[in-house]
């Protein structure tokens, strides 16, 4: 078990650049997810996969942020004209999904800082 | 509006001492919760779960309770020790009543530090 692995660890960017981040889940785990965290908050859901299908989206994912897990293993985050606000911690989670009490195994995130 | 809330932002525990997180829900429709520990710079490290049809589940050091009147869980660690000090996260979900199997509702957390 190698753990869920998310690259980079670290992105600065300025306001207007796009950016994309990278999360191999745990292998075999059909379920993937992507979260975000800001600080002094708690992790917020932002969408999930279940294999290749993106089954639901929060309304904090505005359109400028896609979401992609083309074969149903890895998976990326893509946020275009970034934002100020976009600056914040972005984590990844993978479930095997086995029963309806899931608990999700997450990996060590990506870091954004928007200048 | 919060649905799950840590009202605490910290606490400091001695030692071997008990520690008591506590974590308040205002959804009546959640039904599965769980304590997740971070350290910096590290992702959320899954701790311990609880179903709504228990009212305690123990697991070494760690047990939680689960006051559903009172829509109320708390996490209790003895004996704690230093390597305990990190961010507790309560977190919730509704899987049983249509929402999404991990969309997780998490607590702000509280900073726990235990001293030796």
């Known amino acids: 078990d190698t753990g869920v692995s998310q690259d980079p660890r670290h992105k600065i960017t300025k306001r207007g650049q796009n950016v994309t981040f990278r999360c191999d889940p745990i292998?075999?785990?059909?379920?993937l997810y992507w979260y975000r965290q800001t600080l002094g908050q708690g992790p917020e859901f932002l969408t999930y996969?279940?294999?290749?299908?993106?089954?639901?989206k929060s309304r904090l994912l505005s359109d400028r942020f896609s979401a992609e897990r083309p074969k149903g293993s890895f998976s990326t985050l893509e946020i275009q004209r970034t934002e100020q606000g976009d600056s914040a911690m972005y984590l990844c989670?993978?479930?095997?999904?086995?029963?309806?009490?899931?608990?999700?195994?997450f990996g060590s995130g990506t870091q954004l800082s928007v200048l | 509006d919060q649905q799950v809330k840590q009202n605490s932002p910290s606490l400091s525990v001695q030692e071997g001492r008990i520690s008591i997180l506590n974590c308040d829900y205002t959804?009546?429709?959640?039904?599965?919760f769980l304590w997740y520990k971070k350290y910096p710079a590290e992702g959320p490290t899954f701790l311990i779960s609880i179903s709504s049809i228990k009212d305690k589940n123990e697991d070494g050091r760690f047990t939680v309770f689960l006051n559903k009147s009172a829509k109320h869980l708390s996490l209790h660690i003895v004996p704690s020790q230093p390597g305990d000090s990190a961010v507790y996260f309560c977190?919730?979900?509704?899987?049983?009543?249509?929402?999404?199997?991990?969309?997780?509702?998490f607590g702000k957390g509280t900073k726990l530090s235990v001293k030796p």
């Open positions: 977190a919730a979900s509704a899987p049983r009543y249509g929402g999404s199997q991990g969309n997780l509702i």
């Open positions: 996969f279940q294999n290749e299908a993106q089954l639901e």
């Open positions: 989670a993978s479930s095997p999904y086995r029963s309806v009490n899931e608990k999700l195994f």
């Open positions: 292998s075999e785990h059909n379920r």
């Open positions: 959804n009546s429709m959640f039904d599965y």
